[in-house]
């Protein structure tokens, strides 16, 4: 049962990996046996070849941080479809990802906000654009602690972000129509 599961488990991955760009990439759950214990008899791995002709390996001996975040994403929203979870939380989950990449993680993680809350800690524009509410949560201490901020401060970010840095008249609200439209 726990092998039929595996496969089912490893398609349903598989078809949310190639939603996200990752079109070639081949994905399957390994069982090997090992001696009985506390946990069973089976050891399960997460294999990966993410480029034609490559065999199949441990994705925590393989995987870039592009692709493990993809991987993650398809995997939490895969088990969550199981688990009834109301609430996602993506750390970075766009990490090492550019491009029309990070575009399918934006529309995908925008498809998942349509049933579920999703809280996402993000530097790309493509996911942040796709938020109905936005915080800025800078580094740097404020009474020893770190600080959030929203209002027109979160707006501005974007601008920020596409930029890659200040906005000139972002202080005097210039850019603000713009960025609330991202």
Aim: hydrophobic share 40%; net charge negative; glycine share 10%.
């Amino acid at each position: 049962a726990r092998k039929a599961a595996g496969e089912t488990l490893s398609q349903a991955i598989l078809t949310e990996l190639q939603q996200l760009d990752m079109g070639k990439i081949r994905f399957q759950v390994d069982f090997a046996e090992k001696p009985l214990d506390a946990t069973g008899m089976d050891q399960v791995r997460f294999l990966m070849s993410a480029n034609l002709g490559e065999e199949l390996k441990p994705i925590n001996k393989i995987a870039s941080g592009g692709e493990l975040a993809r991987i993650m994403l398809a995997m939490k929203n895969v088990l969550s479809e199981q688990d009834h979870v109301a609430t996602m939380v993506f750390d970075e989950v766009d990490t090492g990802v550019s491009g029309r990449a990070a575009q399918k993680v934006a529309e995908k993680m925008a498809r998942i906000s349509r049933h579920k809350q999703v809280l996402c800690v993000t530097h790309l524009p493509q996911l942040a654009a796709m938020a109905d509410t936005h915080f800025s949560v800078e580094k740097g201490e404020a009474n020893g602690r770190r600080q959030p901020r929203d209002g027109d401060h979160a707006a501005g970010c974007g601008g920020v972000a596409v930029s890659g840095g200040e906005i000139p008249g972002r202080d005097i609200g210039i850019n603000l129509p713009y960025e609330r439209d991202l």
